[in-house]
């Protein structure tokens, strides 16, 4: 049965973005934007009364990229690295080949 949720934690996150990205080099972070709102939410000590609250929700997720020493950094070259080109192999020469037709 497949799996209904797959949590990631922030540096795994970053690496599949660099992967999806085809980011191979540089030291890269996540940048998260929250937009915060002024609300009224219900106490729970009855109902009707209601306490000033504030409502933080995230608004983007950016991969910045930055200093090797930056804490939290991962580099792309290790986790993404650029795919070797395979190698051409010379043609091989073929052996002579003899008719025996008679």
């Known amino acids: 049965m497949a799996t209904s949720e797959h949590k ?24 998260v934007e929250f937009l915060a709102t002024g609300t009224a939410a219900n106490a729970p000590a009855g109902p009707g009364k209601t306490l000033p609250a504030l409502l933080v929700s995230v608004n983007s997720a950016t991969l910045v990229r930055t200093e090797g020493t930056v804490h939290g950094a991962i580099d792309a070259a ?3 690295p650029r795919k070797r080109a395979v190698e051409a192999r010379p043609a091989r020469a073929r052996k002579p080949h003899t008719s025996t037709l008679q």
Do not use: C, K, P
């Not at 970053?14 to 030291?27: K, V, W």
């Open 78 to 80: 290790v986790v993404n």
């Open 8 to 31: 990631f934690s922030i540096d795994e996150l970053i690496q599949a973005l660099l992967r999806a990205q085809g980011i191979h080099e540089g030291h890269w972070a996540l940048n």
